[in-house]
């Protein structure tokens, strides 16, 4: 079965333009929900994340504690490898599992990541989309969406490939602006992926 990825910049709308794929009864992983599941669910991960960034990761009801981790890892480079490095082969192992339930009637899957061509998870995908914003829509976006400061979506951006690099390496391309339809691009490479 045809496997595409969909990536994009933190606030691109890579999951907005998901969602319109799923109206079309397409099967999406979401890579970066998953990966927060997983951080609770798995223990191995669970006691590798408290020895890594100490017991304070998790709230007394096992919770994420997300700004205690964010605040160390968008912070220091290293630390952040330490937890892609964690996070990240648990992913994987999860969309194998999840790719195996789709039925064999389904056109095609979507995974969709943040860090898809950064993780290199975009290998074990047939084609690649890219999702593209302009910058000051992104950071707007971000900032009202996680009512977090221009630094903080600033230092995130920092951490991934610029759009440039992440455009040498996709195969399509869905503008997410005001100006271009996002249905109407989701429905022509819908059409494309049927017909291929
Ligand atoms: C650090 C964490 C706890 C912060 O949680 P928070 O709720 O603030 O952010 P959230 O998970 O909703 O992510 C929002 C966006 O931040 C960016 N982001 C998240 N993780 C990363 C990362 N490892 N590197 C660069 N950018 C990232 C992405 O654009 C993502 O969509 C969380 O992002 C996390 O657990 N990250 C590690 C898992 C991961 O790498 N996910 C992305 C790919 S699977
Ligand atoms: N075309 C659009 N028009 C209006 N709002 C939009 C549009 N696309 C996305 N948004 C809004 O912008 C915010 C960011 O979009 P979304 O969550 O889909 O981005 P993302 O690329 O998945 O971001 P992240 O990497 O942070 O997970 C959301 O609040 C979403 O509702």
Redesign the pocket.
């Known amino acids: 079965m045809l496997k595409i990825g969909i990536t ?12 319109v794929f799923e109206t079309l009864g397409i099967p999406v992983f979401y890579a ?1 929900t998953v990966a927060k599941e997983i951080m609770i669910t798995d223990s191995v991960l669970v006691a590798g994340i408290k020895d890594t960034f100490g017991e304070e990761s998790y709230f007394g009801d096992g919770s994420l504690n997300n700004k205690h981790i964010a605040a160390i890892v968008f912070n220091n480079v290293d630390e952040l490898a330490k937890l892609n490095a964690l996070v990240h082969p648990a992913v994987f192992r999860a969309f194998e599992t999840w790719e195996k339930d789709i039925p064999s009637t389904v056109p095609y899957t979507l995974k ?1 990541a ?1 860090l898809l061509f950064e993780s290199g998870s975009y290998k074990m995908c047939d084609q690649n989309i890219l ?1 593209t ?1 302009p910058m000051a829509v ?1 950071l707007a ?2 900032m ?3 009512n977090v400061s221009e630094a903080q979506v600033l230092a ?1 951006m920092d951490k991934q490939f610029s759009d440039e690099q992440k455009m040498a390496m996709a195969n399509y391309f869905i503008e ?3 100006q271009k339809s ?1 249905i109407e691009q989701v429905l022509n490479l819908h059409q494309q992926f049927l017909n291929r």
């Open positions: 994009g910049g933190i606030g691109s709308g890579k999951t907005t333009v998901c969602k970066d969709e943040a999702v914003s992104k976006r971000v009202q969406r996680d995130r997410n602006t005001e996002v």
